[in-house]
């Protein structure tokens, strides 16, 4: 089968790309399909990259919001036209798109919608402001989108629930999950017993990761243990604020912002750390976490849909509620002063990922989707 992915995730830089589409596209591959991935280049030209064997379209961008996503979309469509004569189905990958111009079939898979994205965000400041603007601008575009492809994809049962609000039935919305590459990501005795002891967080700084309650539950963390600093991966629009908020909490020196990390230094970091966190309030499901998981690290999350698909408290993790700084700092000094605890945990999910979360799956569940796309194409 010939398939193209259409998504805006892939960071526009050389070997910058969608965690997530990048693992499912090498899936596909070893299953002897071919795919190319379209996605947001730069201003100027269209490029092509070769990552791995997959074929990555660059089509220029041009930053002029609330345009860009339009814009985007006259360049895409060009590319499509050229392209669509070989290829059999698209693969279309929030966060916005639009829809495409093309008679091939298409499927969507829905990460994060919108809508609950934007109610997330409580500050006010620029950033906040404007996405709150945006979801106004662009909710029609991506509603209409859902309701005009079939079959649309999530990754959890819980994010298909949410899609109510777009007058989708969830039964009717096919569940794709997410994996791990469980021979990459394993478990290194450094993982329980590093020279150093340090707290990870990796993913998107954003508001719905709940960063903030982090920096606020790292102040009981670091008083009771003042060694223990975190490793914060990941780039995004609280980059800056985050910085501030930790030096004025006098947590300069606990906290350590790395940006962007090559997936291959990522790797160690997870090896190494003692503790993963991610205390969102709103997720699909993170790969960072399975990833964690499957490096045989203790993990603390919050109570929310996508995690409790996964997090069993006390058992492959412990679960906290949202928006409770004071509960995740006893969460986090309980596996910090209890080894044994560590181990339980980090191999109770280690197992479960090897058992639950692969990518063969994932590119199986996929390929049902293009078949019934497909099939109804004939119908």
Same mark, same amino acid.
């Given at each position: 089968?010939?398939?193209?992915?259409?998504?805006?995730?892939?960071?526009?830089?050389?070997?910058?790309?969608?965690?997530?589409?990048?693992?499912?596209?090498?899936?596909?591959?070893?299953?002897?399909?071919?795919?190319?991935?379209?996605?947001?280049?730069?201003?100027?030209?269209?490029?092509?990259?070769?990552?791995?064997?997959?074929?990555?379209?660059?089509?220029?961008?041009?930053?002029?919001?609330?345009?860009?996503?339009?814009?985007?979309?006259?360049?895409?469509?060009?590319?499509?036209?050229?392209?669509?004569?070989?290829?059999?189905?698209?693969?279309?990958?929030?966060?916005?798109?639009?829809?495409?111009?093309?008679?091939?079939?298409?499927?969507?898979?829905?990460?994060?919608?919108?809508?609950?994205?934007?109610?997330?965000?409580?500050?006010?400041?620029?950033?906040?402001?404007?996405?709150?603007?945006?979801?106004?601008?662009?909710?029609?575009?991506?509603?209409?989108?859902?309701?005009?492809?079939?079959?649309?994809?999530?990754?959890?049962?819980?994010?298909?629930?949410?899609?109510?609000?777009?007058?989708?039935?969830?039964?009717?919305?096919?569940?794709?999950?997410?994996?791990?590459?469980?021979?990459?990501?394993?478990?290194?005795?450094?993982?329980?017993?590093?020279?150093?002891?340090?707290?990870?967080?990796?993913?998107?700084?954003?508001?719905?990761?709940?960063?903030?309650?982090?920096?606020?539950?790292?102040?009981?963390?670091?008083?009771?243990?003042?060694?223990?600093?975190?490793?914060?991966?990941?780039?995004?629009?609280?980059?800056?604020?985050?910085?501030?908020?930790?030096?004025?909490?006098?947590?300069?020196?606990?906290?350590?912002?790395?940006?962007?990390?090559?997936?291959? +230094?990522?790797?160690?970091?997870?090896?190494?750390?003692?503790?993963?966190?991610?205390?969102?309030?709103?997720?699909?499901?993170?790969?960072?976490?399975?990833?964690?998981?499957?490096?045989?690290?203790?993990?603390?999350?919050?109570?929310?849909?996508?995690?409790?698909?996964?997090?069993?408290? #006390?058992?492959?993790?412990?679960?906290?509620?949202? #928006?409770?700084?004071?509960?995740?700092?006893?969460?986090?000094?309980?596996?910090?002063?209890?080894?044994?605890?560590?181990?339980?945990?980090?191999?109770?999910?280690?197992?479960?990922? #090897?058992?639950?979360?692969?990518?063969?799956?994932? +590119?199986?569940?996929?390929?049902?989707?293009?078949?019934?796309?497909?099939?109804? #194409?004939?119908?």
């Amino acid at each position: 089968m010939r398939i193209s992915i259409l998504t805006s995730d892939f960071p526009p830089k050389p070997g910058g790309i969608s965690n997530y589409v990048f693992n499912l596209s090498l899936a596909l591959m070893k299953k002897g399909h071919k795919v190319t991935v379209i996605s947001r280049g730069f201003m100027k030209n269209y490029q092509v990259e070769n990552i791995e064997g997959l074929s990555v379209y660059r089509v220029p961008f041009i930053p002029i919001y609330p345009l860009h996503v339009h814009l985007h979309s006259i360049f895409v469509n060009k590319l499509i036209r050229r392209l669509e004569k070989n290829l059999d189905i698209m693969h279309l990958h929030t966060p916005i798109c639009q829809m495409p111009d093309t008679e091939l079939p298409l499927i969507l898979t829905v990460h994060t919608p919108l809508l609950v994205d934007s109610r997330l965000v409580e500050r006010l400041d620029p950033y906040s402001i404007s996405l709150k603007i945006f979801t106004r601008f662009f909710f029609a575009t991506e509603r209409k989108l859902m309701q005009t492809v079939n079959p649309i994809t999530t990754l959890t049962k819980s994010t298909s629930e949410q899609l109510r609000e777009y007058g989708l039935n969830p039964e009717h919305i096919y569940v794709l999950g997410s994996g791990v590459d469980n021979v990459l990501f394993r478990i290194k005795r450094s993982t329980l017993h590093s020279s150093e002891t340090y707290i990870l967080y990796t993913g998107r700084l954003t508001y719905r990761k709940g960063l903030f309650d982090l920096l606020e539950s790292a102040k009981y963390v670091t008083k009771e243990r003042p060694e223990v600093y975190y490793v914060l991966s990941g780039k995004g629009p609280l980059l800056s604020p985050l910085m501030h908020k930790a030096k004025k909490l006098g947590l300069g020196g606990s906290f350590r912002f790395l940006g962007h990390v090559p997936r291959s +230094a990522l790797l160690n970091y997870y090896k190494n750390a003692t503790v993963f966190i991610l205390p969102s309030y709103q997720e699909g499901l993170p790969i960072s976490l399975l990833e964690a998981m499957a490096c045989g690290l203790p993990v603390v999350v919050t109570r929310i849909g996508a995690f409790l698909e996964i997090i069993e408290d #006390r058992v492959t993790g412990i679960v906290v509620p949202p #928006r409770s700084p004071k509960e995740l700092a006893n969460a986090t000094l309980l596996l910090l002063n209890d080894p044994d605890l560590r181990y339980k945990l980090g191999h109770s999910a280690r197992r479960l990922v #090897r058992r639950e979360f692969n990518w063969d799956a994932v +590119a199986e569940r996929a390929v049902r989707c293009y078949e019934l796309a497909l099939n109804q #194409r004939v119908d």
